[in-house]
């Protein structure tokens, strides 16, 4: 185990995808410039119209790994668990597109579907460092601190305002988001978004149904002469105002208003948020808990958020697992949080010794059950570095430097290419075409998985350890051999199904009780 903390320590941790970000420092997080290049791979489903539809299932889903025919190498892949769109950043730096773009989130231009990769247009002289997905709209932010919006409009989530021109309509083109600047992360959630910049201000816009938006409502309304609720939707990104803390049974211990909070980072689920409080910070006036606290808000089902209950928030709330409950007292490492992703109805984090933890409910818990605090994830508990994770829908996928790649979960269609032929996991398991190459890259959509794979050190051999430490085969481990990446199949991409009128109208917020008609800001 000291082992693993020790090169945890030695090593960088990096952003993977849309979902998984990190509280940034310059010692603990990978720029895009440095991340290592690779081959792309996807596995699971590729029909990014029959998926949602409910088209024939049968036809264009993956059941293991394949890697894409490109000219190019990629750099960084860009997707969430609320999406069946992808963004990609090649090796040169050009932002590419594909999958699903019924409301026009890919952004370019028009609302075609794209089996392969296509060209995205910015700006004159900019470039994209991140791209952040929800169900419907994409968040493109770029070297400048500008940030880009496209797709699906409905509840503001674009963030482009509440005049007709532009609230609940759709955008397929790159739409400069005007009320935001020097932005330092974004992240989508399935209809909300969230935004922080470089001096610590959280900003969020989009349906505020569970209280995601953290403006401390629901913005539920009574329509005049009409039966049921309505939502006033948040159409331009405004400033989250208070954080709290609250203690195990709900009430309320402390308030602490947004001048006193620094955020570093952001990541959203389908409806509920999260964010890190920037850890880098040196006020010796703070007490050392203060910094890299976590908090998150809006929908609670499951125990999503991590309070040890199922309420909604609808401010910030401070996650109380990971703070010490002596103040005077250094943060342990391991609840020292460097990043955190969300799926549809849970949250993984991992933390600066290199733990995973988790919280919620996955669709395959045992008996149902729900993680209703921050869990170690016992199975990762002694293994090697892991270097990069990402939810999707129902799902979690993470890749080791010791050449693995360890999934598990309940994939929306195909396989993944589990070990023992398995299509879902209860448990962290090998996904047995990956072991033995170095997967630098993972990012997991709403039905589909994406990945970067080298070589890994060729002539080298790793131990292949089970993520089960009771598991037979760590008494005699196997080697991994290194394999060349013909070994994976190559991935040809089917002809785009066109969108139904069935397809376009079906907008809801699953998990959440659904969507009713909205009122502008």
């Known amino acids: 185990m000291s082992n693993m903390l020790s090169d945890f320590a030695a090593q960088n941790i990096k952003s993977t995808s849309s979902t998984a970000v990190v509280a940034d420092d310059e010692k603990s997080q990978k720029t895009a410039s440095s991340a290592v290049c690779g081959r792309l791979g996807i596995t699971g489903a590729v029909e990014w119209t029959g998926i949602i539809s409910g088209l024939d299932k049968s036809a264009n889903f993956l059941d293991e790994p394949h890697l894409f025919d490109l000219p190019f190498l990629v750099k960084q892949i860009f997707t969430s668990s609320s999406s069946l769109h992808t963004f990609i950043l090649s090796d040169d730096d050009v932002l590419y597109a594909f999958g699903r773009n019924d409301r026009g989130q890919l952004g370019l231009g028009d609302k075609v579907a794209r089996a392969t990769l296509t060209k995205v247009t910015l700006p004159v002289d900019s470039k994209a460092v991140k791209v952040v997905t929800g169900h419907g709209h994409s968040l493109i932010l770029l070297a400048n601190g500008d940030v880009y919006a496209c797709g699906g409009n409905s509840h503001g989530e674009l963030g482009l305002g509440d005049s007709k021109a532009h609230f609940n309509v759709d955008h397929p083109s790159l739409t400069k988001v005007a009320g935001l600047s020097a932005v330092r992360d974004v992240a989508c959630g399935w209809e909300h978004s969230l935004a922080c910049t470089q001096s610590g201000d959280l900003f969020t816009f989009g349906h505020p149904q569970n209280g995601q938006l953290g403006h401390g409502t629901k913005g539920e309304t009574l329509k005049p002469g009409k039966a049921g609720i309505s939502f006033i939707d948040v159409a331009a990104p405004r400033r989250v105002e208070k954080f709290v803390c ?138 090697d570095n892991i270097q990069t994770a990402s939810c999707g829908s129902n799902s979690i996928f993470c890749s080791a430097s010791s050449a693995t790649t360890i999934a598990w979960g309940v994939p929306v269609a195909g396989k993944w290419g589990l070990e023992d032929g398995a299509k879902t996991s209860r448990v962290p398991k090998f996904v047995d075409k990956l072991c033995g190459f170095n997967v630098p890259e993972v990012a997991c959509g709403y039905g589909h998985v994406c990945f970067t794979v080298t070589e890994s050190n060729a002539g080298n051999t790793f131990v292949k350890k089970h993520p089960n430490p009771n598991h037979p085969s760590n008494l005699n481990p196997d080697p991994i051999k290194t394999t060349p990446l013909s070994a994976i199949p190559t991935f040809t991409p089917a002809p785009v199904i066109a969108e139904s009128v069935t397809v376009a109208k079906k907008r809801g917020n699953p998990g959440a009780g659904g969507s009713s008609k909205k009122v502008k800001k």
């Open 246 to 383: 609250k203690d195990p049974k709900g009430k309320l211990t402390a308030e602490y208003p947004a001048s006193e909070i620094r955020v570093g980072s952001v990541a959203a689920g389908r409806n509920h948020s999260l964010c890190i409080e920037d850890f880098n910070q040196t006020d010796p006036g703070e007490p050392l808990h203060n910094h890299n606290r976590v908090f998150s808000w809006g929908f609670g089902g499951y125990g999503r958020l991590g309070h040890s209950g199922a309420n909604d928030e609808l401010v910030p709330r401070e996650v109380a697992f990971f703070t010490p409950s002596n103040p005077g007292l250094a943060r342990n490492p391991q609840r020292k949080v460097r990043r955190v992703c969300a799926g549809s109805s849970f949250t993984l984090c991992q933390s600066a010794s290199g733990h995973v933890f988790f919280w919620g409910q996955m669709s395959n818990a045992p008996r149902g059950e729900a993680t209703m605090y921050p869990r170690m994830v016992e199975e990762l508990y002694d293994y």
